[in-house]
């Protein structure tokens, strides 16, 4: 079955630095790639998506890019402001389901 | 995206007693799925809950303890039964766009058994 590892599991930056987080999957199949953002207390929140078809998509301060050889993608965050900071959990699509990453939690340090 | 409500928000159960936790959604929707999470981990799959048969479960979870229900597309419950200690988690309702494969979550329902 899929497997995605997500790292790091912690991340710690200042605030107007960038952050970056890495997945990688296994199965050559999977087609669709969501990122979500958890804050405490809520249940995760789809920030960006990309597929297959595309290497990269950015929506104003946070992008993702794909590598479909090496099988893995990353979501960018620039500029990183103290509400950025979350649980951000990275996703690969397999069959009608999707698996998670283990997480990564960001904290943007004024 | 849809709106999802889920209650109860947060409850304290005793070991051995069984919780329903309900899953409204203000759309009508084919896909809905319960995900659980453990405390400070990642998500995982618990079953997919189709409309009008018996919902399609993961490996490492049953029937028996995991019932669910799923009347029509715009509702779901999932019950926690004969609770222990591990079952403390959040169990999370889900729905998903067929069209473009996106899933949102509810808030979540967080189930502590003592």
């Known amino acids: 079955g899929e497997n995605v590892e997500q790292h790091p599991s912690t991340l710690s930056v200042q605030e107007g630095d960038s952050a970056v987080i890495k997945c990688t999957y296994s199965?050559?199949?999977?087609?669709?790639f969501p990122w979500y953002k958890q804050e405490l207390g809520k249940g995760p929140q789809l920030i960006i998506d990309?597929?297959?078809?595309?290497g990269e998509k950015k929506d104003q301060r946070i992008a993702v890019t794909l590598n479909k050889t090496a099988k893995h993608f990353s979501l960018h965050i620039t500029e990183t402001q103290p509400e950025d900071s979350a649980v951000y959990f990275c996703a690969a699509s397999y069959t009608d389901k999707l698996i998670f990453g283990t997480g990564t939690r960001l904290q943007v340090f004024p | 995206s849809a709106v999802i409500s889920q209650k109860p928000s947060r409850d304290i159960c005793q070991r051995g007693t069984s919780l329903t936790i309900q899953c409204q959604v203000d759309?009508?929707?084919?896909?809905m799925f319960w995900y659980r999470q453990q405390p400070g981990q990642s998500l995982t799959l618990i079953a997919t809950?189709?409309?009008?048969?018996?919902?399609?479960?993961e490996s490492g979870f049953v029937i028996d303890k995991f019932p669910i229900s799923r009347p029509n597309l715009t509702f779901s419950t999932l019950t926690v039964s004969n609770m222990s200690p591990e079952d403390s988690s959040i169990y999370l309702c889900?729905?998903?766009?067929?069209?473009?494969?996106?899933?949102?979550f509810g808030e979540g329902s967080r189930l502590t058994v003592l």
């Open positions: 809950a189709n409309q009008g048969s018996e919902a399609t479960y």
């Open positions: 759309s009508q929707v084919t896909m």
């Open positions: 990309i597929r297959s078809n595309v």
């Open positions: 199965d050559s199949a999977s087609n669709y």
């Open positions: 889900s729905v998903g766009q067929s069209r473009t494969g996106e899933l949102f």
